[in-house]
């Protein structure tokens, strides 16, 4: 019995996978942004005991939109060969969704607006009228008499947080647990990468078999 032959077809396991697709994994996505939102503000007010109850609240939620994503892996690695590009684009959606909020996260202390601004630089008037908000910085895009543009600083940088401070170390404990699980996004998307490049050899393979098939039967005619 082949490897595929123990896999099951997607629309048997479809309403599991969805949970997770619509569900689980949004539910966990829309409280990370919440804590992002509430880290930023008790930063700029230097609550630091606030900040680190809230770093710990946030780690939770991260170790189960971690659950949630091995769980769905587990259920998509049990899809046979043939149904891997209709639940890729089941999928890919949500998983790019969890790998932007976790960068956007990481963004708070890792990312100064100086380079903002330098990324910024001879983009075209469209790009720059919306705000970002990187490292805690919130920038905008606003027209000046002579008709340039200028970047104009709205907020202050976050404060640094005292290392003194539990506050300290529990970010850093945040920031590894972000990390992990944005390792653990990729890895999911190479690994269902690879079963459709197996596929694609497999066809490729199949393809040219049906070549040499009907090559040999052109020459046995002749």
Not at 39 to 53: P, T
Not at 61 to 82: D, F, G, H, I, S
Not at 203 to 221: C, H, I, Y
């Amino acid at each position: 019995m082949s490897e595929d032959d123990e896999k099951i077809k997607l629309r048997r396991i479809e309403p599991a996978i969805q949970k997770f697709v619509k569900v689980a994994i949004p539910t966990d996505l829309e409280r990370l942004r919440k804590h992002q939102i509430n880290i930023e503000k008790y930063q700029r007010c230097r609550l630091w005991d606030r900040l680190h109850d809230e770093h710990i609240n946030a780690g939770r939620t991260v170790q189960q939109l971690r659950a949630n994503m091995r769980e769905m892996e587990k259920l998509c690695l049990r899809v046979r060969q043939e149904d891997i590009p209709v639940l890729q684009r089941m999928i890919n959606p949500v998983k790019e969704e969890a790998s932007f909020a976790i960068k956007d996260f990481l963004q708070l202390h890792s990312e100064s607006a100086e380079e903002l601004k330098r990324q910024l630089e001879g983009q075209d008037d469209a790009s720059l009228t919306r705000s970002a908000t990187v490292g805690g910085e919130t920038l905008y895009n606003m027209d000046v008499k002579d008709g340039s543009q200028s970047l104009i600083q709205t907020y202050s940088r976050l404060p640094k947080i005292p290392q003194e401070e539990n506050a300290a170390e529990s970010w850093e404990t945040l920031e590894e647990d972000l990390i992990q699980l944005s390792e653990l996004v990729t890895e999911f998307s190479l690994l269902v990468s690879s079963q459709q490049e197996k596929i694609d050899r497999i066809e490729d393979r199949v393809n040219s078999a049906a070549v040499n098939v009907e090559e040999g039967t052109k020459n046995l005619g002749k």
